[in-house]
């Protein structure tokens, strides 16, 4: 038994590395596989590395290749994890948003290096931003630390609302309200683009609000007079 563990290491790892391989190459057909597939496949490959390191672990002493099985496998595996995590996140999101359309977005694609906001008669400052599949109108508010989707917003940018759980306390001016953490795969806001981006959907949210997490991406936030500027 123990010869048999010994042998199968050497051969366990070249099986997880070029799964691995395959991966990182982008096969033809990944793009259009389903990203639960995709998890699983990166799952497969943690798998085996696992029992290859397993294995080579039991060899006998003096085993000349076993280093060799252990550290590769080591190295691979961080690189497998990261690739799980990457899945994993892309599954999540598939789970949580509608298919997003690109074709009514163009016109938020144009950058502008200085984006300037002028005071609004209700005191506050708006900026419009694509956010999955609609335009977004968002109350920028710069004492807020992250950013706030309403119901409404949410549903219309793609969210499938009915599959948050509002669980997440939030505490507000009318007390404690109850929200859902989501995660934003592309915020769009006048050419400038963010990835991932953390906000909270509100059940009873009148309005989105755009704060710091996002605002501090910015290399400058000022306001002078009835003017908001940001630049990047």
Not at 39 to 52: D, E, G, K, P, R
Not at 105 to 112: G, L, P, Q, S
Not at 193 to 199: I, L, P, S
Request: net charge neutral; proline share 3%.
């Amino acid at each position: 038994m123990d010869r048999f563990i010994s042998r199968a290491a050497l051969p366990l790892l070249g099986t997880a590395l070029t799964l691995l391989a395959l991966r990182l190459v982008s096969w033809p057909l990944w793009d259009d596989m389903n990203t639960l597939v995709r998890m699983i496949y990166a799952l497969t490959i943690l798998a085996v590395l696992f029992a290859a390191v397993m294995f080579a672990g039991h060899s006998p002493h003096g085993y000349p290749r076993r280093n060799q099985v252990l550290w590769s496998g080591v190295v691979a595996g961080f690189i497998g994890m990261a690739l799980f995590n990457n899945e994993f996140r892309e599954w999540e999101l598939d789970r949580m948003w509608a298919p997003t359309r690109t074709d009514q977005r163009a016109a938020m694609d144009e950058r502008e290096d200085t984006i300037t906001l002028q005071r609004q008669r209700d005191g506050h400052y708006y900026l419009d931003a694509w956010a999955g599949q609609a335009r977004v109108d968002f109350l920028v508010d710069t004492g807020a630390t992250g950013v706030a989707i309403s119901y409404e917003d949410a549903r219309r940018m793609g969210i499938r609302v009915e599959a948050l759980s509002f669980d997440l306390p939030m505490s507000t001016a009318d007390g404690i309200a109850y929200g859902a953490g989501v995660v934003i795969p592309e915020l769009i806001i006048r050419g400038h683009r963010f990835e991932y981006v953390r906000a909270v959907v509100m059940r009873n949210g009148e309005r989105s609000l755009l704060g710091m997490s996002v605002l501090s991406e910015f290399s400058s936030v000022e306001i002078s007079g009835d003017r908001l500027t940001l630049r990047r």
